[in-house]
C-alpha cells in the first residue's frame, strides 16, 4: 500500500526528468561564483520576479534570516504576523542572531495585518524604542492568499512610514496562480506583480513547486551583495550546488501552473471531509486544507490514518498538504481513512 503523504508540500520525491536534470547540470565551486547551474537559477528567479540579483541559499528559515539581518541591524525591530513562518517557526533567528527584536501583530481572520496596527506598532524616533526597520509579509498565509490591493497598501504605508517591506513567498507561486486568475496573467507575471511591492522577496523550491532542497532571496543588486555576507556567515556557502539549482530551473520551467491541480485536489479534500460528521473543515483557497475534530476523536485520528496509510499534520488544527505526489485517488483515500475512523 502506497502512503498518502499529505503532512506537507515538503515530501515530494524529485521526478525522474527533475533527476534527469540535476544530474547532467553543469558544476562549478559557487562560493567562487563558478557555478553554472547556481547562476542560471539566480539569474532566471531575479528576473522572472522583477528584481536586479537574486540569491540561492539552502532553506527558506536561512532565505528569511539573511533578509532580516540585511535590512535590519543591532537593536532594530520588525514587525510581523503573530503566526508568520518567520516569527513562530524559525527558532526566534532574527532575535538570536542578528540582535533584531521581532514586534508581533495579530492576525485578521483572513491572514491580514491591519494597517492600523501596522502603523500603531511602528515606533517613534525615541532612544526609549527599537528602530522600526522592516515590515514582513508572508504569501501564501497558513495557505490564505493575501490580496493584490492589500499588499500595495502595506508596503506603501511601511514605505512612507520609512520601512523597508520583506515578502516570505515560500509558497509565492501558490498565491500567484491563485491571483492571477480572472486577471489574464499567467501566474509568473503574477508573481512579479505581487514581487514589485516589496524590496526583498524570499521564495522555497522545495516547497509546492517539488525541488528536494533551496530556497532564493531576491532583491536589488546592492541588497544582494549584503545578504551574500550574512548568507556566508549563516554557514549557507554552499560549492557545486548547481546540483539542487538545477531542480529548482527544473521547477520553475515545469512545475509552477500544475500548482492550480493542488488547489483543485485541496479543494476536493475539503469537500470531501467537511461532509463527515463532527469535523469543521475551512474551505482553502490554495494547497492547504486545515479542519478542526471535535471531542476525543482527534487524539486517536492521527495513528489511524498512519495504519491505513495517510499521514497528515495536527499541531493547532489538523493539517493536510496537497502536492505534485497526492493523486485525486490519494486524496479519496484519505477521506475514506477519516470516514472509516469516525464510524468506529
Ligand atoms: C517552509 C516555510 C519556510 C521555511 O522553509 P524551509 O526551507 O523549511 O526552511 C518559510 N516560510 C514559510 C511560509 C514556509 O512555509
Not at 506598532?121 to 515590515?135: C, N, T, V, W
Request: hydrophobic share 45%; net charge neutral; proline share 4%.
Amino acid at each position: 500500500m502506497k502512503t498518502v503523504d499529505l503532512r506537507s508540500d515538503t515530501v515530494t520525491q524529485p521526478t525522474a526528468a527533475m533527476r534527469d536534470a540535476m544530474l547532467s547540470a553543469p558544476l562549478g565551486d559557487d562560493v567562487f561564483g563558478d557555478d553554472p547551474t547556481v547562476n542560471a537559477l539566480q539569474q532566471r528567479i531575479a528576473e522572472l520576479l522583477g528584481k536586479e540579483a537574486a540569491l540561492f541559499v539552502p532553506s527558506g528559515t536561512q532565505s528569511n534570516l539573511v533578509a532580516i539581518m540585511t535590512h535590519c541591524g543591532r537593536g532594530d525591530e520588525y514587525l510581523v504576523g503573530q503566526m508568520a513562518h518567520t516569527y513562530r517557526w524559525e527558532a526566534g533567528g532574527a532575535a538570536v542572531l542578528g540582535s533584531v527584536q521581532p514586534q508581533p501583530i495579530e492576525h485578521q481572520p483572513d491572514g491580514s495585518l491591519r494597517l492600523a496596527d501596522i502603523e500603531a506598532a511602528i515606533k517613534p524616533d525615541d532612544a526609549h524604542f527599537a528602530r522600526s526597520r522592516l515590515l514582513a509579509l508572508e504569501n501564501t498565509i497558513g495557505g490564505k492568499v493575501l490580496p493584490m490591493s492589500y499588499m500595495a497598501d502595506a508596503t506603501a504605508l511601511a514605505h512612507k512610514r520609512g520601512l523597508a517591506a520583506h515578502l516570505d513567498g515560500a509558497r509565492l507561486f501558490n498565491a500567484a496562480v491563485e491571483l492571477a486568475r480572472g486577471t489574464g496573467n499567467d501566474a509568473k507575471t503574477q508573481a512579479r506583480a505581487i514581487a514589485q511591492h516589496f524590496d526583498s522577496v524570499s521564495v522555497c523550491f522545495s516547497k509546492g513547486l517539488g525541488a528536494p532542497v533551496g530556497s532564493a532571496l531576491v532583491g536589488s543588486k546592492e541588497f544582494i551583495a549584503r545578504a551574500h555576507r550574512w548568507r556566508k556567515m549563516l554557514g549557507g556557502g554552499m560549492r557545486q550546488a548547481g546540483v539542487l539549482a538545477a531542480a529548482a530551473l527544473h521547477a520553475l520551467e515545469h512545475h509552477v501552473d500544475r500548482l492550480a491541480d493542488d488547489h483543485a485536489r485541496a479543494k476536493r479534500l475539503a469537500a470531501g471531509l467537511a461532509s463527515l460528521p463532527g469535523l469543521t473543515v475551512e474551505t482553502p483557497q490554495t494547497n492547504i486544507v486545515f479542519a478542526d475534530l471535535a471531542g476525543d476523536r482527534a487524539a486517536t485520528l492521527m495513528p489511524f490514518l498512519k495504519s491505513r496509510g495517510v499521514l497528515a499534520t495536527g499541531l493547532y488544527k489538523l493539517r493536510f498538504v496537497t502536492h505534485l505526489d497526492v493523486n485525486d485517488d490519494g486524496v479519496d483515500r484519505a477521506i475514506a481513512a477519516v470516514r472509516e475512523h469516525l464510524a468506529s
